[in-house]
């Protein structure tokens, strides 16, 4: 059974810096593609990164690129997002997610619970 479990949300305020981190069981997390991915209240779900495990190769969006870093502890099998420079309109819930196979591209299949981040002064 495949488990994402994000811990590491809480209060931070702007200009704070917070890491998230996703513990992870059930599949084979070295070959795999997380991901990080965020919901504002009253908005859609926001993809903030990538990377392909197995390669090291990441992928991070613009409103985020240069503030947030993903990476990873293949020997803990153990997703990161480092964030920086934390703004108000960073509060969200923050997700991991587990992509299907291990291509960076392909839709997320497996999501963990949800880690609440909130900025604020």
């Known amino acids: 059974e495949v488990q994402l479990v994000e811990f590491g949300g809480g209060l931070v305020q702007p200009g704070g810096s917070l890491r998230l981190s996703c513990a992870t069981s059930g599949f084979t997390f070295g070959v795999s593609a997380m991901s990080w991915v965020r919901q504002a209240p009253g908005k859609g779900p926001e993809w903030l990164s990538t990377?392909?495990?197995?390669?090291?190769?990441?992928n991070t969006a613009d409103p985020v690129k240069g503030r947030f870093t993903i990476s990873v502890d293949s020997a803990k099998s153990t997703l990161y997002l480092q964030m920086n420079s934390l703004k108000f309109e960073d509060t969200a819930v923050y997700y991991c997610a587990k992509r299907i196979g291990t291509s960076p591209y392909r839709l997320h299949e497996y999501w963990g619970q949800g880690t609440q981040v909130t900025v604020k002064s």
């Open positions: 990377i392909a495990i197995y390669t090291g190769d990441t």
